[in-house]
């Protein structure tokens, strides 16, 4: 679970402003994932990516967010215009392979005041 | 639509008792099941997982349990310990060769008491 480094852990913007949350995945994995768990709720998929490439964002809202996994450095999960709504924490995972269990980061909550 | 289901929010259970929790799914799709643990401010830990080809399986105090007709999965701790307090999430994966995604339950707090 340590291995997984997202940051920041906390983030506080305010309404209107750009998000930017990062991961890095485990050494060796080049599959991430981002969820997102809304007060009281479960984790919700989000985004599935390989290196350069999107592979299943069937849960991104179709406007204000956008993620990206590029060939150096972490993935990055954007949301534009934020609203009061994107309050939640947001996790990322990595797996080796497509197969393989997925291990999580300690997420970053987001505040939208 | 709610594919995963864990319909009991909350379980309290005595130290060195069983803990049960349980998880339901409607996609016959899933080809994978996996619990998950955890705690506040924390991102969720791995804890046991099965394939659908078995109906069991078991690591330490951790069992969890498949029935494919029922559609219903459950995971067993036993003994329970106070330090197995925190959040359980049931996730189940869905792999279409190209894909996979986790559709997770809406977790079940579990409190272990002395």
């Known amino acids: 679970n340590a291995g997984v480094m997202q940051n920041p852990r906390h983030l506080v913007r305010r309404r209107g402003q750009e998000a930017r949350l990062r991961c890095s995945p485990m050494k060796g994995h080049s599959h991430v994932y981002w969820y997102r768990q809304l007060p009281e709720e479960g984790l919700k998929f989000m985004v599935y990516?390989?290196?350069?490439?999107?592979?299943?964002e069937s849960g991104m809202p179709k406007e204000r967010f956008s993620a990206e996994f590029p060939k150096e450095g972490p993935s990055i999960l954007r949301i534009q215009q934020v609203v009061r709504g994107d309050s939640a924490a947001y996790f990322c995972?990595?797996?080796?392979?497509?197969?393989?269990?997925?291990?999580f980061g300690q997420g970053t909550r987001l505040t939208v005041v | 639509d709610q594919q995963v289901k864990q319909n009991s929010p909350s379980l309290s259970v005595q130290e060195g008792r069983i803990s049960i929790l349980n998880c339901d799914y409607t996609?016959?799709?899933?080809?994978?099941f996996l619990w998950y643990k955890k705690y506040p401010a924390e991102g969720p830990t791995f804890l046991i997982s099965?394939?659908?080809?078995?109906d069991k399986n078991e690591d330490g105090r951790f069992t969890v349990f498949l029935n494919k007709s029922a559609k219903h999965l459950s995971l067993h701790i036993v003994p329970s310990q106070p330090g197995d307090s925190a959040v359980y999430f049931c996730?189940?994966?869905?792999?279409?060769?190209?894909?996979?995604?986790?559709?997770f339950g809406t977790g079940t707090r579990l409190q272990v008491t002395l």
């Open positions: 990516l390989q290196k350069e490439n999107i592979i299943d």
């Open positions: 996730a189940a994966r869905e792999y279409t060769g190209t894909a996979s995604k986790l559709t």
């Open positions: 996609n016959s799709m899933f080809d994978y």
């Open positions: 099965i394939s659908s080809i078995k």
């Open positions: 995972a990595s797996s080796a392979d497509i197969q393989t269990e997925a291990f």
